[in-house]
């Protein structure tokens, strides 16, 4: 099972106030719901993939309106496995198409939301959660991108819903896509909030849950390969150093001065280790700590005496 079917199925089993329902199924029919003109007249129709999305409509027309509704399935296409849930309803379709706020007033179908059934933010919070059911989708808090969007089809629908995930502080955003419209949040704690907005407490725990492990984990990659990387680094200058080290003492033999013969004898005998530990293997050689910014100093004397001989050498050959 996916996490937006897990998610979906947590909403579908929560129960509301009757001004809740009554949001929460116009947004169902927002983003789900067709009309049908048949020959007995109009039909609200709803449609939908998953099985409890499609229980949650019928008990809500059912509770609201009484309604006698068919419910029927279609099998799709070869391409998509699940079946396809209709729900049908004619005798009480235009009471459920004036009450929801179906029509607009620009005499077009789902497309416009009256403030009047949004106005309690519960209400907010329930016509989100109908948007969700009805066509939202998130990625599994598992993967690397976080994205959570609702698809409408229409423009002014996904700017309903943008309006109202600005009242919780969700960052909503529209684009348009093959299918329409869709009003998505790709931010983690935006998507978290959202969960929370609609009230999937346990989508909630598993999306927290599983960022946190993945953060923690991605936050102890960052330092291994930062430890790997230093090490590398620190290992680079060592070789180089004992490269220049092998230049001068082939040219100079025995006149190299005494600071730079305890800076030399401490990176041949300790070819892997850093200044720091070098600094510390010092006071075990010479009684006393040669500090890190002492043989900092005198490794880049080494590095410029060496390059000084090999110019020399070049030159007089």
């Known amino acids: ?11 579908a089993s929560l129960t509301h106030l009757a001004c809740c329902d ?23 129709v709803f449609q939908t993939t998953n099985n409890a999305v499609a229980r949650k ?37 235009d009471q459920m198409v004036d009450e929801l706020s179906l029509f607009g007033k620009s005499g077009m179908f789902f497309r416009e939301t ?27 808090p598992d993967t690397s991108s976080y994205h959570m ?7 002014d629908q996904a700017q309903v819903l943008v309006e109202l995930m600005k009242e919780f502080q969700l960052g909503g955003k529209v684009s348009k896509n093959k299918r329409g419209y869709i009003a998505y949040v790709k931010e983690a704690e935006r998507i978290a909030d959202f969960l929370r907005a609609v009230g999937a407490t346990n989508g909630l725990f598993a999306f927290e849950d599983s960022r946190i492990k993945r953060d923690f984990k991605n936050s102890i990659n960052r330092v291994i390969n930062c430890d790997i990387a230093n ?18 003492e082939k040219h100079l033999h025995g006149q190299i001065p005494t600071s730079m013969k305890e800076a030399i004898f401490l990176r041949k005998t300790y070819p892997e280790s850093t200044l720091f530990e070098l600094s510390y293997a010092s006071i075990e050689h010479y009684g006393e700590q040669i500090s890190k910014s002492a043989l ?5 004397a080494i590095k410029d005496l060496a390059y000084k001989l090999q110019i020399e050498e070049e030159t007089q050959s």
Do not use: W
Request: hydrophobic residues 40%.
């Open 1 to 11: 099972m996916s996490f937006s079917t897990e998610v979906k199925t947590e909403l």
């Open 22 to 44: 009554k949001a929460e199924l116009s947004a169902l029919f927002h983003i789900g719901g067709s009309v049908e003109i048949r020959s007995d007249g109009m039909h609200l």
């Open 57 to 93: 409509a019928t008990k809500l027309i059912k509770e609201i309106y009484h309604a006698d509704l068919t419910i029927s399935t279609k099998k799709q296409t070869q391409f998509k496995k699940r079946d396809l849930f209709v729900l049908s309803i004619h005798e009480e379709a």
């Open 114 to 140: 009256n403030p009047e059934l949004v106005e309690k933010e519960c209400c907010k919070r329930a016509y989100l959660r109908g948007a969700f059911l009805a066509g939202g989708s998130v990625n599994s």
């Open 149 to 155: 969007e609702i698809q409408t089809f229409s423009e």
């Open 231 to 248: 090490e590398k680094k620190a290992m680079d200058a060592a070789q180089k150093q004992l490269d220049q080290i092998e230049i001068i």
């Open 296 to 300: 900092n100093h005198r490794f880049r």
